[in-house]
């Protein structure tokens, strides 16, 4: 018999726009930054949890396994079992996943999920054939060898690759993220102007939520060590419209394309952890559970067409569930791009893909954009992308507790040709 | 780390040879392994550190006749103590010394035992890990190879104690490494680390214990590489440059201490100065100079200084609680005790209810750290353990609370109100306050018990002192406590009695307040802040008025005198004038001095500036023993060996004086009382003897 599982509480680091070079913290000072006054408010002790898993895709040389580091920065103590789970952008979502299974099935009772990235330390990585030129520089035996093999240099070997260029590039397709969006923009007529009116209500959304306190308790304050502190999400622009977004010039397809700096989600650095408690945990420690775990899932699709990875995800899980769209109350799906979000929301929309695809009876229907993203997302937040399914699932509880709402569904598409979703209900 | 596993393995770490069967010796033990190198453990009966004492160094003579006849391989030494090779001479010794000739007997036997090791036939080496302090130093720095464990520490610390390196240590460790660096160690007493004392030549070799096995075989057989002394050890060490070094020696110490209050600096210089190039010479003169420092009342009074350290160290006792500090209000104080505890190892949650004083901790606390933490990793884990608190999270799981928010009753009292329901049962709340009497503050509390004070002195890292005041109602199982966590963060704590300005402000105010009468009366400033420093003051009381901040100054000192009244000087009414134009001192930038980068501007010197006279530095500095003697007699502090630490300790006060009782006791208590006298007659009541005087002996 499967064994509930609980969301207890959660906290996040303000998402951090990467500038120029590295940022103030490292992807485990993110995670030490955002878990320490977690870990505070808790009745428990640290060492009370069974295991910490966390999500990172850009792992640094520095910091190999950071669920462990992490874990031990954060006193968690020398015996805490902590791993760390990669699945591209649905990271921080997989480690809560693989936490509420853990737990579900009966062989832990309390972890620590988590989901942390710092895009600004992505690496300088040198082209493979200038790393073998170097190679052979230095095993090259005797000073005419050296010179031979110093010879041999060609410019292009020298010209680093900026390493988040290639991460966000799928291989199979060698297709951008980016023009990802613009296939699934295509298939589903999804205009320039709908993606840049999408992206400046995720602004107006996320400067109201900063404005009226929505994020207390949900964004912890990062301190760093040069006496600069952060206070909140630094990618918002509560002044753009969709008409200033109309001016920006495509990135990725130019110049007809429609997928621009202004729609798509922002580079950022920022972490996100995630309480799970069984009943026995919940009844040992005195804690007061705010949601539960339904169901997961993760589904997969072509790599060039990603963005519509929520749709296969989601819809099993509402299948499964016996539930339609309109009985989700709230909804969190990750917005890598605004044409990618509309996109999802037109292919729910469309009775042949529907039908098809889905293996629906028919189209599934309207998702009200009211219950969608209601805080903003990933284009005015920024998208850590080993974070962002971590934060999904915290803000849609957070988001859920204020609004009242019982049922809600956090869900991302992953590059590479995934999706991951979860069905949450407040307790 | 803390590591159950480490823990359960702990007694595997160091690498002491083969068991030893029970043998015949008290403080060594003497085994030897399968390749014929004999190991000799130092492991002082009775004691959790090594040191050296008459008794100790008699038994190393034994030691070493053993090993003269038994002619092992090799000779290995080194500490069975975790704590480390030896921290030096056993201090006991040292007190009350008042004959030179006796002390320079006493200092030749031992120079005899450490002669004999140096002559020994078989290849010595010193293994050493952690201290390696002074008289531990010399033993190492005799034998023919020195191996360091990484977390070995090396030092010369006798300079503050009023001495210099008295068992050779001058002349041999002059002729093995840089004499400039060498002597620049045995001037300051700073210590170096295991990679320092490589890159010096003082160790051969720097290692883990796992590998000392090894090292040692290597360096009995010959296969370890020595650390020799190049050709600059020998022409720094000649006779022109070292009289041109010589010279430069002083003047920088000159700097730090006055040779009338400090002779030791000074005679080390001379020692080396006369007799640097001849190795028999200067350890024959070392002896005799040795011998005199040892009976200045410097060095009697420092060595009693040292002792009050220990006996302060024991006030804290055992059976520290304190794991999670939770320190309410970032500011100054708050933050760097915070920053403080964390250093030493505790969690501690700072918390504000703005992140501004907060940031403005953290980074204080990472520049603090920087300086003191050798290794980046034990800076990350230091700010790791500092956690930001915006929403005061951390009072649920701390031992302790400690207040430091702005001096206002009715705001500490909703503070408090606030934190009350959510402590853990049995932690102890305690305030920082240097004005508000605990019996205000607990009167809207629901467990006084509680509650207790916790005074920090400012720079927290500098000052040792922490006052910890009680009042009628303190819980005495939380006041011990109390004191053994201030023992726990490297602090020595003075019990105090709650009452106004406790002990050490009470005795600060008047030095601080007739500093300003005294400017009133058209005395210059600097020579005012010359009256103290020519007594020994590490700061005058203009300066330090500066420093601490006229307002604090000036709210003490009405606090003060509205209880004490007349036994204080009046605040002029122009220093309130000032503190209303914001000149506030060192934090403003201007108050007396103008202050740039954390120092007082004193460039103003004038041609011709008129001296001090003792009257004037009497005025300063009888009031601080006259209430010192008056804190003796209302009960507020009960030790005076305590309070001299406790002045010495929390503000500096000359240690070389000893404290301000001991001050007192020195020149004659009849002296003090008939100067306090006169200054009464001659400046009005505040001088006026404090009635203690009459037993006090």
């Known amino acids: 018999m499967a064994r509930p599982v609980f969301i207890i509480d959660g906290s996040r680091t303000p998402f951090l726009k990467a500038r120029t070079g590295p940022g103030p913290f490292t992807p485990v000072d993110l995670a030490v930054q955002c878990g320490r006054p977690l870990l505070a408010r808790q ?11 966390l999500g990172c895709v850009n792992v640094i040389a520095d910091e190999m396994n950071p669920a462990r580091v992490a874990a031990l920065r954060l006193g968690m103590g020398e015996d805490m079992v902590a791993f760390t789970v990669q699945i591209n952008c649905g990271s921080g979502m997989q480690s809560i996943d693989t936490a509420y299974r853990y737990i579900r099935e009966g062989n832990a009772n309390l972890i620590l999920a988590g989901g942390t990235e710092a895009l600004s330390y992505a690496p300088l990585v040198w082209p493979n054939q200038g790393v073998r030129w170097f190679a052979g520089l230095a095993t090259a035996k005797g000073l005419g060898a050296k010179i031979m093999a110093a010879l041999k240099v060609k410019p292009s070997y020298l010209k680093p690759v900026i390493g988040l260029e290639r991460g966000l590039t799928d291989p199979i397709t060698e297709l951008n993220m980016g023009q990802t969006a613009e296939v699934v923009g295509h298939l589903f007529g999804i205009t320039r102007t709908q993606s840049d009116s999408y992206a400046a209500e ?7 939520a900063q404005k009226e306190g929505f994020l207390k308790g949900e964004v912890e304050t990062a301190f760093a060590h040069d006496g600069k502190f952060y206070d909140h999400d630094d990618g918002v622009r509560p002044d753009s419209t969709p008409e200033s977004l109309a001016k920006l010039r495509p990135v990725f397809e130019r110049p007809w394309g429609q997928v621009t700096a202004g729609n798509s989600s922002q580079i950022t650095d920022g972490a996100s952890w995630v309480i799970l408690a069984s ?19 993760w589904s997969a699709l072509d790599p060039s067409i990603m963005g519509l990875g929520p749709v296969l995800c989601a819809t099993e899980i509402l299948k499964r569930n016996e539930l339609t769209l309109r009985e989700v109350d709230t909804w969190e799906l990750n917005e890598a791009f605004a044409t990618q979000v509309l996109g999802c929301l037109a292919a729910w929309n469309d009775d042949k893909f529907c039908r098809e695809v889905l293996g629906l009876d028919g189209a599934a229907g309207e998702l009200d954009r009211a219950n969608l993203n209601v805080d903003g997302g990933a284009i005015s937040l920024g998208h850590p992308v080993g974070t962002s399914g971590n934060r999904i699932v915290l803000h849609l509880v957070n988001a859920m507790k204020r609004l009242g709402t019982r049922r809600g569904i956090a869900t991302e598409c992953i590059g590479g040709g995934l999706g991951g979703a979860m069905l949450i209900e407040m307790v | 780390m803390q590591s159950k596993i480490m823990d359960v393995l702990s007694d595997r770490v160091l690498v002491l040879g083969p068991a030893p069967a029970p043998g015949s010796y008290r403080h060594f033990k003497l085994t030897r392994d399968a390749e014929g190198i004999a190991w000799l453990l130092f492991d002082r009966e009775g004691a959790s550190a090594n040191t050296l004492s008459a008794d100790v160094l008699e038994e190393f003579d034994e030691v070493l006749t053993a090993v003269e006849s038994e002619r092992p391989t090799g000779l290995v030494i080194r500490s069975a103590k975790k704590s480390g090779f030896i921290a030096g001479a056993d201090v006991k010794e040292f007190r009350g010394a008042s004959d030179p000739a006796v002390v320079e007997t006493a200092i030749g036997r031992a120079h005899a035992v450490i002669d004999r090791l140096e002559a020994l036939r078989v290849p010595s080496v010193a293994v050493i890990h952690g201290f390696c302090l002074g008289g531990g130093l010399e033993v190492a720095l005799a034998c023919q190879a020195r191996i360091a464990v990484d977390n070995a520490r090396f030092g010369f610390p006798e300079v503050l104690l009023g001495l210099h390196p008295g068992l050779g240590g001058t002349a041999r460790f002059t002729r093995l490494v840089n004499p400039m660096q060498a002597m620049t160690l045995m001037l300051t007493g700073r210590t170096i680390d295991a990679r320092r004392a490589r890159a010096l030549g003082l160790v051969d070799a720097v290692t883990q214990e796992r590998h000392v096995a090894g090292a040692v075989r290597d360096a009995v057989f010959g296969r370890l590489t020595r650390a020799r002394p190049g050709l600059l050890v020998s022409v720094l060490n000649s006779s022109p440059a070292r009289t041109l070094l010589a010279s430069r020696m002083r003047k920088e110490a000159a700097k730090a201490a006055s040779p009338a209050h400090y002779p030791a600096p000074y005679g080390l210089i001379d020692l080396w100065e006369k007799h640097g190039g001849d190795k028999a010479a200067m350890l024959a003169a070392e002896k005799s100079s040795f011998a005199h420092l040892m009976v200045t009342p410097t060095a009697q009074n420092l060595i009693r200084v040292f002792f009050l350290r220990e006996q302060m160290k024991k006030l804290a006792g055992s059976g520290n609680k304190v794991g999670h500090v939770h320190v309410i209000g970032a500011g100054a104080m708050g933050g760097d005790i915070a920053a403080w505890c964390a250093n030493q190892g505790l969690r501690v949650s700072l918390a504000d209810m703005k992140a501004e004083p907060i940031a403005s901790a953290v980074r204080r606390a990472s520049d603090l750290f920087g300086k003191i933490i050798r290794k980046p990793i034990d800076v990350r884990d230091a700010l790791d353990r500092l956690i930001p608190d915006m929403d ?13 928010v702005p001096e206002k009753l009715a705001l500490k009292q909703k503070v408090y109100a606030g934190l009350e329901p959510r402590m853990k049962p049995g932690a102890i709340l305690a305030t920082n306050t240097s004005s508000i009497p605990l019996e205000d503050l607990r ?3 629901q467990r006084p018990e509680r509650l207790l004070g916790l005074h920090f002195f400012n720079p927290v890292s500098r000052l040792q002192l922490v006052e910890v005041v009680s009042h009628d109602g303190t819980d005495g199982t939380l006041l011990k406590e109390a004191l053994a966590f201030v023992g726990v963060i490297d602090r020595l704590p003075l019990p105090v009695k709650s009452s106004p300005g406790f002990l050490v402000n009470r005795a600060l105010t008047p030095y601080m307040l007739e500093a300003m009468l005294m400017l009133d009366e058209g005395i210059d400033k600097l020579v005012i802040d010359a009256a103290a420093e020519k007594f020994g003051m590490p700061m005058g009381p203009i300066e330090l008025a500066d420093q601490v901040g006229l307002d604090i100054c000036l709210d003490v000192g009405d606090m003060l005198r509205a209880k004490f009244g007349a036994s204080l000087p009046q605040a002029p009414a122009w220093l309130r004038e000032k503190v209303a134009r914001a000149e506030l001192g060192r934090k403003s930038g201007k108050g007396f001095y103008d202050w740039r980068d954390g120092k007082a501007d004193k460039s103003q010197t004038a041609a011709n500036p008129p001296q001090p006279t003792n009257e004037m530095t009497d005025r300063l500095i009888l009031p601080m023993s006259n209430v010192c003697v008056a804190c003796l007699r209302e009960g ?5 060996d305590v309070v001299d630490g406790a002045m010495i300790f929390g503000t500096g006060y000359a240690p070389f004086r000893g404290g301000p009782l001991n001050y007192a006791r020195t020149r004659g208590v009849e002296n003090i009382v008939s100067t306090l006298r006169m200054l009464a007659q001659k400046f009005g009541d505040r001088f006026a003897p404090d009635a203690g005087w009459e037993t006090f002996r």
Do not use: C, M, W
Request: charged share 20%; hydrophobic share 45%; proline share 3%.
């Open chain 2, 392 to 404: 005061g999270e951390g009072v649920r799981n701390a031992d302790l609370i400690i207040e430091a």
């Open chain 1, 279 to 297: 009943e026995d945990a919940v009844a040992k420690h005195g804690l007061t559970p705010k949601a539960a775990i339904i169901d997961s899932q």
């Open chain 2, 443 to 445: 009167t809207t509390l």
């Open chain 2, 636 to 640: 507020i502090v009960d030790n005076a």
């Open chain 1, 202 to 208: 995720s602004h107006q959304r996320l400067a109201k």
């Open chain 1, 43 to 53: 009745p428990f002790a640290a060492s009370a949890f069974d295991q910490v898993i």
